[in-house]
């Protein structure tokens, strides 16, 4: 049996990642963490008795370790024992924590040489260099769970040397054919709908601003060490191709499939090798067309900002990262429009001061201090 730690399975990635351990049946769960989820996670406790679970919410902590007096399972509490959760010796951290949140237990998994499966792309995002300088430091995996990433990943085997570009699909979200006028008024409801995918709240409306591609794009980087300019991004709102690469030669490699997280979730755990899997089998003479088209970054100006900011560098991305997390719960709670959440994260990053090669501390002081300008500026407008 290998173990595995999966740090946020009360989520979206997290519930997925458990479907597929019930498949494969040689993973045997270590720990699981949550941030207040307990029902949830009680659940999941009785079903894969893991050592401990860390719940982050200290009162939700306290009402599961009550309930839980009889089993042998350990309830740790606060966002510090995430870390512990991460470093505990295993054969995988499965990180899907949303959110910079995810960044210091992606760190403490490196630091002790645990290879990495990761959904949590706000660590690559706001961590970037820290993160990979110490994958290749500990010579340890960092595995791509994001479909777009989890595609080039396989597509790159054999062929690392001759990449031209990356094209990186979206599907566009829910608004990709909508005027400005239109996307003025859109609810929380209609972007929370998102056509091709089931997941997380947060993760759902940075699909429907085109943010989650702009972090994909500086994801990408990281992972790849691929330089701005040769990464595209091309909507494909069949979600059919995850992503393509060019290479040298022009020949273009696409990865395809059905839109389906298990299928990247399991590559990551079999890896390098394959087996079924419990995704549905792609049919390509139902799908009546595969389309492309360019982004629009006029009406969609996230991606424009993230490219900047990737380019830039230092403390940029994490900035442009906490601003649009502040912007995407306030939106959520219907305090700002959805139009506002670009203009916030733009407004944050021009009063940014830029710190080049920052250490931890500079991109934790970054990001506190772009959520509480983004706090300050929604105050002031609305
Ligand atoms: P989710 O909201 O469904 O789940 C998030 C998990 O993180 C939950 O277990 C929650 O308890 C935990 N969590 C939330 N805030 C936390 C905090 N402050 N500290 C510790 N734990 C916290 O999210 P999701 O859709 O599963 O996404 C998780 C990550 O995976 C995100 O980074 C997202 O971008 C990425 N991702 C998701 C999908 C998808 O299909 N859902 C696809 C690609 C990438
Ligand atoms: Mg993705």
Redesign the pocket.
């Given at each position: 049996m290998k173990k595995i730690t999966i740090?946020?399975?009360?989520?979206?990635?997290?519930?997925?990642t458990l479907e597929v351990i019930d498949s494969l049946k040689n993973w045997q769960v270590k720990a699981l963490?949550?941030?207040?989820?307990i029902e949830l996670l009680e659940k999941q406790i009785n079903k894969y008795q893991p050592e401990f679970v860390?719940v982050?919410d200290a009162e939700a902590a306290a009402e599961l370790k009550s309930k839980l007096k009889a089993e042998k399972t350990e309830v740790l509490s606060g966002?510090e024992s995430?870390k512990i959760a991460a470093s505990e010796n295993v054969d995988l951290v499965l990180?899907?924590?949303?959110?910079?949140?995810?960044l210091e237990?992606s760190i403490a998994a490196a630091k002790e040489a645990n290879d990495i499966a990761l959904?949590?792309?706000?660590?690559l995002v706001s961590g970037g260099s820290i993160l990979t300088d110490l994958v290749k430091e500990n010579d340890i995996k960092l595995l791509p769970?994001?479909?777009e990433h989890n595609a080039i990943f396989q597509l790159l085997k054999g062929h690392e040397k001759e990449l031209d570009e990356i094209l990186l699909t979206a599907s566009g979200g829910p608004f990709f054919a909508y005027s400005k006028k239109e996307l003025a008024e859109v609810s929380v409801e209609d972007a929370l709908n998102h056509p091709n995918?089931?997941?997380?709240?947060?993760?759902?409306i940075?699909s429907a601003s085109l943010m989650?591609k702009g972090?994909e794009v500086i994801e990408a980087h990281w992972l790849f060490g691929t330089k701005y300019d040769d990464i595209k991004v091309l909507v494909h709102p069949q979600s059919i191709i995850h992503s393509m690469i060019r290479l040298v030669d022009g020949t273009v490699l696409a990865e395809m499939g059905s839109a389906d997280?298990r299928m990247?979730i399991q590559y990551c755990l079999t890896y390098p090798e394959r087996i079924t899997s419990l995704g549905e089998k792609l049919e390509l003479d139902q799908i009546a067309a595969l389309e492309f088209f360019q982004a629009d970054t006029e009406k969609f100006p996230n991606l424009k900002y993230a490219y900047t900011a990737g380019k830039a560098g230092g403390t940029y991305p994490a900035v442009l990262n906490a601003a649009n997390e502040v912007a995407v719960y306030s939106f959520l709670k219907g305090e700002i429009p959805f139009l506002a959440m670009s203009r916030v994260v733009a407004s944050v990053l021009d009063q940014h001061q830029n710190i080049l090669d920052p250490n931890l501390d500079g991109i934790l002081n970054s990001d506190r201090e772009a959520r509480r300008l983004a706090l300050e500026v929604i105050k002031e407008w609305f």
């Amino acid at each position: 049996m290998k173990k595995i730690t999966i740090l946020g399975s009360t989520g979206s990635i997290g519930g997925q990642t458990l479907e597929v351990i019930d498949s494969l049946k040689n993973w045997q769960v270590k720990a699981l963490t949550a941030y207040k989820n307990i029902e949830l996670l009680e659940k999941q406790i009785n079903k894969y008795q893991p050592e401990f679970v860390v719940v982050v919410d200290a009162e939700a902590a306290a009402e599961l370790k009550s309930k839980l007096k009889a089993e042998k399972t350990e309830v740790l509490s606060g966002k510090e024992s995430l870390k512990i959760a991460a470093s505990e010796n295993v054969d995988l951290v499965l990180n899907a924590i949303v959110g910079f949140a995810g960044l210091e237990p992606s760190i403490a998994a490196a630091k002790e040489a645990n290879d990495i499966a990761l959904a949590n792309k706000e660590s690559l995002v706001s961590g970037g260099s820290i993160l990979t300088d110490l994958v290749k430091e500990n010579d340890i995996k960092l595995l791509p769970v994001d479909s777009e990433h989890n595609a080039i990943f396989q597509l790159l085997k054999g062929h690392e040397k001759e990449l031209d570009e990356i094209l990186l699909t979206a599907s566009g979200g829910p608004f990709f054919a909508y005027s400005k006028k239109e996307l003025a008024e859109v609810s929380v409801e209609d972007a929370l709908n998102h056509p091709n995918w089931e997941m997380g709240s947060k993760i759902t409306i940075d699909s429907a601003s085109l943010m989650n591609k702009g972090l994909e794009v500086i994801e990408a980087h990281w992972l790849f060490g691929t330089k701005y300019d040769d990464i595209k991004v091309l909507v494909h709102p069949q979600s059919i191709i995850h992503s393509m690469i060019r290479l040298v030669d022009g020949t273009v490699l696409a990865e395809m499939g059905s839109a389906d997280m298990r299928m990247p979730i399991q590559y990551c755990l079999t890896y390098p090798e394959r087996i079924t899997s419990l995704g549905e089998k792609l049919e390509l003479d139902q799908i009546a067309a595969l389309e492309f088209f360019q982004a629009d970054t006029e009406k969609f100006p996230n991606l424009k900002y993230a490219y900047t900011a990737g380019k830039a560098g230092g403390t940029y991305p994490a900035v442009l990262n906490a601003a649009n997390e502040v912007a995407v719960y306030s939106f959520l709670k219907g305090e700002i429009p959805f139009l506002a959440m670009s203009r916030v994260v733009a407004s944050v990053l021009d009063q940014h001061q830029n710190i080049l090669d920052p250490n931890l501390d500079g991109i934790l002081n970054s990001d506190r201090e772009a959520r509480r300008l983004a706090l300050e500026v929604i105050k002031e407008w609305f």
